[in-house]
């Protein structure tokens, strides 16, 4: 059964620092890997995805990497800005049940992120 | 596209009531994802359907919990009778199929459901 671990909980940082989330996982036969944001009382929104076969993708200053076979991936934010706080999830797509070939996420808890001006 | 769209985006109930979630998936796609957000739980897949048809309800909690999906831009999700412990966010996801897996998924607002 998949798990994914999301470490630290929660991390506080002034304006401008450059900042790593965590993300781990338990099955490394996953489809691929995505990182979203929410901001409180709102619903996810898609940050990046990064399919089994590739190693990382970037977004301007999001950069995601996923290493398979040590189960782990990560979320660079570069020169972080107050805006960027919200909580961020990250999500493996693992294989679904039911007589479907298609993925189903599992879900990380999440760190909240908080950057101070 | 005006995205997943949920409603009601607020529902308070009592114990015991029925109550029925909706959703409206992006025009399109041919998958539908409901979840449920606790703090303890964090989120957890409940049910998802593939072109109309429910593949995989392993997250369903229990009996009380059932959900349909009679057309490809409509879903809804009952739970009934209901009961504090139900008490999260329910959270209704789209996507499409690409390469023979699905996509990125785009996640409605949510329903914050409170049941007293």
């Given amino acids: 059964k998949q798990e994914v671990t999301q470490i630290p909980a929660a991390l506080s940082v002034p304006e401008g620092e450059n ?13 691929n890997l995505q990182w979203f944001r929410q901001d409180p009382g709102k619903g996810l929104t898609s940050l990046l995805l990064i399919q089994s076969s590739q190693r990382e993708q970037t977004s301007g200053r999001l950069n995601a990497s996923l290493d398979k076979s040590s189960g782990r991936s990560t979320l660079y934010i570069a020169a972080s800005q107050p805006g960027d706080s919200a909580t961020y999830l990250c999500a ?13 996420l599992i879900f990380g808890q999440g760190t909240t992120l908080q950057v101070k001006p | 596209d005006a995205g997943v769209i949920q409603s009601p985006r607020h529902e308070v109930t009592e114990m015991g009531q029925e109550v029925t979630l909706r959703c409206k998936p992006i025009s399109g796609h041919d998958y539908l994802f409901w979840y449920r957000q606790t703090m303890m739980r964090g989120l957890e897949l409940l049910i998802y ?14 009996d009380r919990f059932s959900a349909k999906m009679p057309n490809a831009s409509f879903s809804t999700l009952k739970i009934q009778p209901s009961e504090p412990r139900d008490s999260a966010v329910y959270f209704c996801a789209s996507s499409r199929t690409s390469g023979g897996v699905t996509d990125t998924q785009y996640f409605g607002p949510g329903t914050r459901l409170t049941v007293l």
């Avoid at chain 2, 359907?49 to 229990?62: A, K």
Wanted: negative net charge; hydrophobic residues 30%.
């Fill in chain 1, 19 to 31: 900042l790593v989330l965590n993300c781990s996982f338990t099955d490394s036969a996953i489809y």
């Fill in chain 2, 49 to 62: 359907f593939n072109n109309n048809v429910p593949i995989d309800d392993s997250g369903m909690p229990e």
């Fill in chain 1, 92 to 104: 493996a797509l693992s294989p679904g049940g039911g007589s479907s070939n298609t993925g189903k």
